[in-house]
């Protein structure tokens, strides 16, 4: 069965730190571009970040440059996603998808992909 798990999300206070984790079973990532989105109540979902398979290409949505770093570890067959500085407005749910080879469209705007996990929830609060 092919699957995406998410892991790392929880309570963190404004200005702190989470890493999240997708790591994929049942097929490898070796091939997959991965993509992180977010979608908070009544809200579209966006784009926040995409990593191509080579690890080559990362983009990341104007609200989170400088501030979300994405990487990934063949190897272990798995992306993170490490945040940091963290803002209320960055609460909601996070979801890892995957795509061969690249990401479709434009970061918030990616599209086309072909798995998705069933999300990890990040609360920024204080």
């Known amino acids: 069965q092919l699957q995406l798990v998410e892991s790392g999300g929880g309570l963190v206070q404004p200005g702190g730190s989470l890493r999240l984790s997708c790591a994929a079973s049942?097929?490898?990532?070796?091939?997959?571009?991965i993509g992180w989105f977010r979608q908070a109540p009544g809200k579209e979902r966006e784009g926040v970040s995409c990593i191509s398979s080579s690890g080559g290409s990362t983009n990341y949505a104007d609200s989170v440059k400088g501030r979300f770093t994405i990487s990934r570890d063949n190897a272990k067959n798995t992306v993170y996603l490490q945040m940091n500085s963290l803002k209320p407005e960055d609460t909601t749910v996070y979801y890892c998808?995957?795509?061969?080879?690249?990401?479709?469209?434009?970061?918030?705007?990616?599209?086309?992909?072909?798995?998705w996990g069933k999300g990890t929830l990040v609360t920024v609060s204080s």
């Open positions: 998808a995957a795509a061969l080879y690249y990401c479709s469209g434009y970061v918030p705007d990616y599209y086309g992909m072909d798995y």
């Open positions: 049942g097929f490898t990532l070796d091939y997959y571009a």
